[in-house]
């Protein structure tokens, strides 16, 4: 975001992070009284607990407002060999360009930061109101001149938000993204809704605008397909499967009953079979962390966990060197690098 960066200099990447968010727009607010009550506590050991469990019913966890924290945790990552974090904090949930530089600056590490617009349910009535020409032109101007006359650039298109069923204005701000790609070159990359066919829907639209499927970024797989048919399907596409919610365990997952959060060696396996059928230069891994409860200080994994804790278990289990590599530098490097 301080400019174009060599692609021997992005190294060890997190492809879909949040170091600042304000994800309040999900907030699902509890009935019960006594349960309102911890809706509006900060987070702390006190209520951690029930936190974890319903992590999207605290309002206190789902910001990400203190840059000193950001600072602290990215340094983990950083520590343990980081290099660059995707930050795809798009429009609608907080992206803030200046506090991504300024912790860029504070940690070292390259931040990508990510243009283009969330879900529906967090669409401004301009966005709404907007053509596929006009939207696509601001995030082409995000891309070439920067964010609002500050000169700071982005350097992904994404997340770009789409729910299941998929609504009219992501549509429109999904078929701008794509307008943006081809004209940039830039990588798009999508957050699907929750259900096994939206992946296949969002990619057809895709490559029926004319989107280049080997510069398009499928994410959060694992909470999204489960079969693996279905996930060899997406695959054939050619197109990025983001392995992105490392660390987030099943039971702090509260959603539809006919969607479940997988575990970390579930996550493995699926990418082991992917590797298996050849098809490792197309994984991507990250964390999405988006609220308090995920960070160290708040007793969650970190930044770090997929460098200290998942690589040693992939390792463990056999998966050879240069796959690893794969996954952790190399498609993160091919995936980010555009004229
Ligand atoms: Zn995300």
New binding site residues.
């Given amino acids: 975001m301080q400019g174009p960066i060599e692609s021997a200099m992005v190294g060890l990447t997190l492809t879909?992070e949040?170091l600042l968010i304000d994800f309040t727009p999900v907030l699902t607010e509890p009935s019960a009284a006594s349960e309102r009550a911890l809706m509006e506590q900060p987070v702390s050991m006190e209520n951690l607990w029930w936190v974890r469990h319903n992590w999207t019913s605290s309002v206190d966890n789902l910001r990400l407002f203190d840059e000193q924290t950001a600072i602290d945790e990215a340094n983990e990552f950083f520590r343990a060999g980081g290099a660059t974090i995707v930050d795809?904090t798009s429009v609608g949930i907080g992206r803030d360009p200046a506090a991504l530089l300024r912790i860029s600056k504070a940690t070292g590490l390259n931040v990508v930061m990510g243009a283009g617009f969330y879900v529906d349910m967090t669409h401004s009535d301009w966005l709404r109101g907007a053509s596929v020409d006009e939207i696509a032109r601001k995030i082409i101007s995000d891309i070439d001149e920067g964010v609002d006359g500050t000169g700071i650039r982005a350097g992904i298109i994404g997340?770009i938000g789409c729910s299941w069923p998929w609504t009219d204005s992501e549509k429109k701000v999904l078929e701008a993204a794509v307008a943006a790609q081809r004209e940039t070159g830039a990588p798009l990359l999508i957050?699907p809704g929750r259900d096994e066919k939206a992946p296949m829907e969002l990619l057809k639209a895709v490559e029926g605008w004319g989107g280049d499927m080997r510069r398009t970024v499928m994410g959060h797989i694992e909470r999204t397909i489960y079969d693996r048919g279905a996930l060899d399907e997406v695959a054939a596409t050619g197109a990025y499967l983001n392995f992105d919610l490392f660390g987030h365990d099943e039971s702090h997952y509260p959603l539809a009953k006919d969607t479940f959060m997988p575990a970390d060696h579930e996550r493995i396996e699926q990418i082991e079979h992917l590797v298996a059928d050849g098809r490792s230069s197309q994984v991507l891994l990250a964390h999405?962390v988006?609220t308090k409860h995920r960070l160290k200080r708040y007793g969650g994994h970190g930044f770090d966990h997929i460098p200290a804790r998942v690589v040693p278990r992939m390792r463990a289990r056999g998966m050879h060197e240069e796959d690893v590599r794969m996954v952790l530098v190399d498609n993160p490097t091919r995936m980010l690098t555009f004229n």
């Fill in positions: 879909h949040h795809v997340e957050h999405d988006c």
